[in-house]
């Protein structure tokens, strides 16, 4: 499995690039851009145009919609880790702290990009969809420093495949994207070992799965009233292939992530 999508690194990118990055990350209130705008970045004019259009949906109701989907979100209900497993896991109260931070940035950027992606998915394809309504508030990012993405290439080999397998969890099809959530959780592999050991019956029963298809749908009806508020410039001629590339995000990697993420977080102690 590849390890990603064509991407612009944000220690190479420049120019415009960087700038877009840069607003992203204050915009987002993160320390990382994720995957999703990287790979739009490849795209001649894609990465301007879908920021500058679903901008003003994160500066506005988008965060209504992201939480909302968190709190309406139907996990399995499933035993997590206590402290003590953790502790004798080798992780330490001061790796829960860092472990909690990479979990809840994910947590937040990803039911953002689902609903808002999803809106712009809807303006331009749009289908019939449940009635949702948006939360009445939606807590702030924590700003919390996570540590870098370390490439694949340079996980040991047994944790590589652990992250690849993971990676499989919940996925509907072939997997095309490596979740980039993995991959930080990868400085710590007893940690990542206990989420394998929780996740894998709820695989095997075919609930991930189900998690998945939806949190996608649950994505696609908050993007649904969110569409309306978009008013997108003249599109790109890369506009085709920044719609497919928003899709395969949302309907895969993000969706399945968005659930996956929340019933993780939920068994990781405080």
Not at 132 to 138: I, P, Q
Request: charged share 20%; aromatic share 6%; net charge negative.
């Amino acid at each position: 499995m590849a390890e990603s999508v064509p991407s612009v690194l944000e220690s190479d990118a420049t120019g415009e690039i960087a700038d877009i990055y840069a607003d992203i990350r204050k915009v987002l209130g993160t320390s990382v851009v994720n995957l999703i705008w990287r790979n739009l970045a490849t795209m001649p004019g894609a990465l301007e145009w879908t920021w500058s259009t679903v901008r003003p949906l994160y500066l506005g109701d988008g965060p209504l919609h992201a939480e909302a989907v968190r709190k309406t979100i139907a996990l399995p209900d499933w035993p997590g880790f206590s402290t003590d497993t953790l502790a004798a896991a080798g992780v330490d109260e001061t790796e829960r702290a860092l472990i909690r931070d990479v979990l809840d940035s994910y947590q937040h950027t990803n039911a953002l990009a689902l609903v808002v992606l999803s809106a712009l998915l809807a303006h331009y394809e749009p289908r019939p969809a449940d009635t949702v309504t948006a939360a009445d508030t939606a807590p702030k990012p924590s700003g919390a420093k996570i540590p870098e993405l370390p490439p694949m290439d340079a996980l040991d080999p047994e944790v590589a495949a652990l992250v690849g397998e993971l990676n499989s969890f919940g996925e509907d099809t072939e997997p095309q994207l490596i979740a980039s959530m993995y991959r930080h959780l990868a400085y710590w592999p007893a940690y990542l070992a206990l989420v394998r050991t929780m996740l894998a019956p709820l695989q095997r029963e075919g609930r991930l799965n189900a998690l998945t298809l939806s949190t996608r749908a649950l994505g696609y009806a908050h993007g649904a009233v969110l569409a309306p508020q978009l008013k997108p410039a003249a599109p790109p001629d890369t506009l085709k292939g920044a719609l497919a590339s928003c899709r395969l995000f949302v309907e895969h990697p993000i969706a399945r992530m968005t659930g996956l993420c929340a019933l993780i977080r939920r068994a990781t102690p405080e």
